[in-house]
């Protein structure tokens, strides 16, 4: 079965760092582009960071830009969303998408494999 499942969320202080781990089964992460997503209580799903699946192309947020990396290990079949510097509004539930589209794209609506999500939670 086709499955992915984040971990490494959790509570963290603001200005710390988490490390999100998306792992794919039943498929190769790097055959697809991946997108990391994230939605806070009464708000849309917002995208955060994206990887192209052979180039390995990464697009960020604004909202992230300089602050989050996303990087795929091919040995692992994982991609990962180091966060750094969280301010409390990164709190949200995390998810991890894959889309079999040709090009790279962020629109959510593009990405039809989606993970179960896990929460991140920013406060002191």
């Known amino acids: 079965q086709v499955q992915l499942v984040e971990s490494g969320g959790g509570l963290v202080q603001p200005g710390g760092s988490l490390r999100l781990s998306c792992a794919a089964s039943?498929?190769?992460?790097?055959?697809?582009?991946t997108g990391w997503f994230r939605q806070a209580p009464g708000k849309e799903r917002e995208g955060v960071s994206w990887i192209g699946r052979s180039n390995r192309t990464t697009y960020y947020a604004d909202s992230v830009k300089g602050r989050f990396t996303m990087f795929r290990d091919n040995a692992t079949n994982t991609v990962y969303l180091q966060m750094n510097s969280l301010k409390p509004e990164d709190t949200a539930v995390y998810f991890c998408?894959?889309?079999?589209?040709?090009?790279?794209?962020?629109?959510?609506?593009?990405?039809?494999?989606w993970g179960q999500g896990t929460q991140v939670t920013v406060s002191s």
């Open positions: 039943e498929f190769r992460l790097d055959a697809y582009n």
């Open positions: 998408a894959v889309s079999m589209t040709y090009s790279l794209t962020t629109r959510a609506r593009d990405y039809n494999t």
